[in-house]
């Protein structure tokens, strides 16, 4: 299709088949003759029939429900651990396989410290202490009776994407980009718990430390504890995995994951940061000129395009949504911008409600490919107004020899083989 | 309430005006809280702050932290710390490297604050039996290690004392992400 013949189309918004977001909203109908179905089968045919499985009696009831075996290749991507500590290393949620803007639980990513506990509930208690009025402790039955809300927010491992910053690799989308996950976090605001405590002089930063065998310890300002920090307890509905920090885990959001401390224990009231070794010595970010930055908590705006993305293959030209992920640690997505020209052109996405702050947002774009060379981009824009950055201001942000922080634009090229491939743009 | 953890949110502790609000919230507010005792509070009160206050007594040199590092620590990190085939980050060398193409980060040539080396062994090593060694074990593969990396001469002992007054070479390396923190 190509744009000479536009005007019997559909309104093209951007260069190299871009087609308008609300498409399906104010066009979806007459759509389908504007861009031709896929043909009629002219092949022989068998004649219809039932399918076994409306002809005799499936499977019972089951205590607890798991996907269809047909969907058993849909699981975690797995790190390669070093073999002399075997239980420390990561997982990336399969965001290609994927879709919507939540995570199933048994497919967020992991990233373990050490390895994850075996932690009894009943023998587990949150303890507050340092520059507070009254130490405290509350056991699992004491805080399951405090006031609790719900959010969906993001957690985006602060490694994520290291993978792009560092090469341009070939392997699958979640292989690069899926150290990123979404729920719905149910919890006890720290703020009230602070509340009861008190809070004494000089309280600045809170130092959180978790129940694993490294005991994790990581420091939040205490601006932010007391703002929209919770000790989360569920997950989309059910009780936090044990990989994600069951009984309970720190919920910081739009912060690096790591400071969302998982199996949390212990939180010190201080009056300064704690600089321990996962503040210092890791998930800092080296400058060029020796100098390091240090807490970059807050994650900046990115995006990616997941359908179609780095090793599908497009079978033939015509019609396709491109879909995605947007978020921004600062805030809510306010706008997905599309190329399918390398940068040339840029156009705005459909953002699929409901658009939360520090939250995962599915963006659509249609596109109608005309089965030449095409690069795909996206760049989100969040509320605050920042811009996610290209590559090369990416790294000039933060760096070029580190792993972290890394929200560079991801571009896919199409070739007109339909494979697609991960290039710079 | 809301009130109340603004000022808290400002870094002012507004006691007396803060009460009147405290009082109506403590009706709202299940308080379920136990009092931690000083013992509780005592063992743990681990994480080792950057002036040193809460390090425990003990001590070490460097010549016993040799001894149990071989024991202890040699197989994963190798045997000086500074090797680089075990995929761990090594543990000795890389001063003057950080501002190169090639950085080694070790806790010599990038930690800003001797006090984290005593603080992450203490709680995290060694990886096959966290929390087993003594302080004084600690103390003494602390001095090892600074040692090794050129930062205490052999004869310094380390303790509550001595550790925190260790001036490390990337002292002021660290700037904060100030946009990245709210």
């Given at each position: 299709?190509?744009?000479?013949?536009?005007?019997?189309?559909?309104?093209?918004?951007?260069?190299?088949?871009?087609?308008?977001?609300?498409?399906?909203?104010?066009?979806?109908?007459?759509?389908?003759?504007?861009?031709?179905?896929?043909?009629?089968?002219?092949?022989?045919?068998?004649?219809?029939?039932?399918?076994?499985?409306?002809?005799?009696?499936?499977?019972?009831?089951?205590?607890?429900?798991?996907?269809?075996?047909?969907?058993?290749?849909?699981?975690?991507?797995?790190?390669?651990?070093?073999?002399?500590?075997?239980?420390?290393?990561?997982?990336?949620?399969?965001?290609?396989?994927?879709?919507?803007?939540?995570?199933?639980?048994?497919?967020?990513?992991?990233?373990?410290?050490?390895?994850?506990?075996?932690?009894?509930?009943?023998?587990?208690?949150?303890?507050?202490?340092?520059?507070?009025?009254?130490?405290?402790?509350?056991?699992?039955?004491?805080?399951?009776?405090?006031?609790?809300?719900?959010?969906?927010?993001?957690?985006?491992?602060?490694?994520?994407?290291?993978?792009?910053?560092?090469?341009?690799?070939?392997?699958?989308?979640?292989?690069?980009?899926?150290?990123?996950?979404?729920?719905?976090?149910?919890?006890?605001?720290?703020?009230?718990?602070?509340?009861?405590?008190?809070?004494?002089?000089?309280?600045?930063?809170?130092?959180?430390?978790?129940?694993?065998?490294?005991?994790?310890?990581?420091?939040?300002?205490?601006?932010?504890?007391?703002?929209?920090?919770?000790?989360?307890?569920?997950?989309?509905?059910?009780?936090?995995?044990?990989?994600?920090?069951?009984?309970?885990?720190?919920?910081?959001?739009?912060?690096?994951?790591?400071?969302?401390?998982?199996?949390?224990?212990?939180?010190?009231?201080?009056?300064?940061?704690?600089?321990?070794?996962?503040?210092t010595?890791?998930?800092t970010d080296l400058l060029?000129?020796g100098r390091a930055l240090q807490?970059?908590?807050?994650?900046?705006?990115?995006?990616?395009?997941?359908?179609?993305?780095?090793?599908?293959?497009?079978?033939?030209?015509?019609?396709?949504?491109?879909?995605?992920?947007?978020?921004?640690?600062?805030?809510?997505?306010?706008?997905?911008?599309?190329?399918?020209?390398?940068?040339?052109?840029?156009?705005?996405?459909?953002?699929?409600?409901?658009?939360?702050?520090?939250?995962?947002?599915?963006?659509?774009?249609?596109?109608?490919?005309?089965?030449?060379?095409?690069?795909?981009?996206?760049?989100?824009?969040?509320?605050?107004?920042?811009?996610?950055?290209?590559?090369?201001?990416?790294?000039?942000?933060?760096g070029?020899?580190g792993?972290?922080?890394?929200?560079?634009?991801?571009?896919?090229?199409?070739?007109?083989?339909?494979?697609?491939?991960?290039?710079?743009? | 309430?809301?009130?109340?953890?603004?000022?808290?949110?400002?870094?002012?502790?507004?006691?007396?005006?803060?009460?009147?609000?405290?009082?109506?919230?403590?009706?709202?507010?299940?308080?379920?809280?136990?009092?931690?005792?000083?013992?509780?509070?005592?063992?743990?009160?681990?994480?080792?702050?950057?002036?040193?206050?809460?390090?425990?007594?003990?001590?070490?040199?460097?010549?016993?932290?040799?001894?149990?590092?071989?024991?202890?620590?040699?197989?994963?990190?190798?045997?000086?710390?500074?090797?680089?085939?075990?995929?761990?980050?090594?543990?000795?060398?890389?001063?003057?490297?950080l501002?190169?193409?090639?950085p080694?980060r070790?806790?010599?040539?990038y930690?800003p604050?001797?006090?984290?080396?005593?603080?992450?062994?203490?709680?995290?090593?060694?990886?096959?039996?966290?929390?087993?060694?003594?302080?004084?074990?600690?103390?003494?593969?602390?001095?090892?290690?600074?040692?090794?990396?050129?930062?205490?001469?052999?004869?310094?002992?380390?303790?509550?004392?001595?550790?925190?007054?260790?001036?490390?070479?990337n002292?002021?390396g660290f700037v904060?992400a100030?946009?990245?923190?709210?």
């Open positions: 299709m190509s744009q000479a013949d536009a005007s019997a189309e559909p309104e093209a918004v951007a260069g190299n088949g871009l087609l308008h977001r609300r498409l399906f909203l104010t066009r979806g109908l007459t759509l389908a003759g504007a861009m031709g179905v896929a043909g009629h089968a002219h092949a022989q045919v068998a004649p219809p029939k039932h399918p076994e499985w409306m002809m005799r009696q499936g499977t019972g009831l089951s205590g607890y429900g798991q996907p269809s075996k047909f969907e058993d290749g849909v699981k975690r991507i797995m790190g390669q651990p070093n073999p002399l500590t075997p239980t420390l290393g990561s997982t990336r949620t399969p965001l290609e396989k994927l879709t919507g803007m939540i995570t199933p639980n048994g497919l967020h990513f992991e990233r373990h410290h050490s390895s994850v506990p075996d932690i009894n509930p009943d023998a587990h208690s949150l303890l507050i202490h340092g520059l507070v009025r009254q130490p405290q402790k509350w056991d699992m039955s004491a805080l399951m009776r405090y006031p609790m809300t719900s959010v969906i927010r993001f957690i985006e491992c602060s490694g994520n994407s290291g993978a792009a910053k560092r090469a341009v690799p070939q392997t699958s989308v979640g292989q690069i980009h899926g150290l990123l996950s979404c729920s719905e976090w149910t919890g006890v605001k720290l703020s009230h718990l602070l509340d009861e405590t008190g809070l004494a002089d000089g309280a600045s930063w809170i130092i959180a430390e978790g129940a694993e065998a490294s005991s994790m310890v990581r420091s939040i300002p205490l601006k932010t504890a007391l703002d929209d920090v919770i000790v989360a307890l569920y997950q989309n509905g059910e009780r936090i995995r044990p990989e994600q920090g069951y009984p309970m885990r720190l919920l910081v959001p739009g912060c690096e994951g790591s400071v969302n401390v998982k199996w949390v224990h212990r939180i010190k009231v201080v009056n300064g940061p704690g600089h321990s070794r996962d503040e010595g890791q998930y060029p000129d807490y970059t908590l807050i994650l900046g705006p990115k995006s990616l395009i997941i359908h179609p993305s780095v090793g599908m293959k497009m079978s033939q030209p015509g019609f396709y949504e491109i879909s995605g992920l947007a978020w921004s640690g600062h805030g809510a997505v306010r706008r997905v911008e599309v190329t399918a020209d390398g940068g040339k052109s840029w156009a705005d996405a459909e953002l699929t409600e409901p658009v939360l702050s520090k939250c995962l947002t599915r963006f659509r774009m249609p596109w109608s490919w005309n089965g030449g060379p095409a690069t795909l981009a996206s760049r989100a824009t969040d509320d605050r107004g920042n811009v996610q950055p290209t590559h090369a201001v990416a790294i000039a942000n933060y070029e020899v792993a972290y922080h890394y929200n560079g634009i991801q571009p896919w090229a199409v070739a007109q083989t339909g494979e697609v491939a991960n290039v710079r743009m | 309430m809301s009130a109340c953890r603004f000022a808290l949110a400002a870094g002012v502790l507004l006691a007396a005006a803060c009460a009147t609000e405290q009082n109506s919230a403590s009706t709202a507010s299940p308080h379920l809280g136990k009092a931690m005792t000083d013992v509780e509070l005592a063992f743990w009160d681990s994480a080792i702050l950057i002036d040193g206050s809460n390090l425990p007594a003990g001590s070490g040199s460097s010549a016993q932290g040799k001894v149990v590092y071989q024991q202890k620590c040699a197989a994963c990190h190798g045997a000086t710390g500074t090797e680089t085939d075990t995929r761990l980050t090594p543990l000795v060398g890389g001063r003057g490297s501002a190169t193409a090639q080694v070790t806790l010599g040539s930690w604050y001797s006090t984290i080396v005593f603080d992450y062994i203490r709680r995290a090593m060694p990886y096959n039996a966290p929390k087993t060694l003594s302080n004084d074990e600690v103390y003494a593969l602390t001095a090892y290690l600074l040692q090794a990396n050129g930062i205490i001469g052999e004869a310094a002992v380390m303790d509550r004392t001595t550790l925190p007054a260790v001036q490390m070479p002292r002021n904060m100030s946009e990245n923190v709210k």
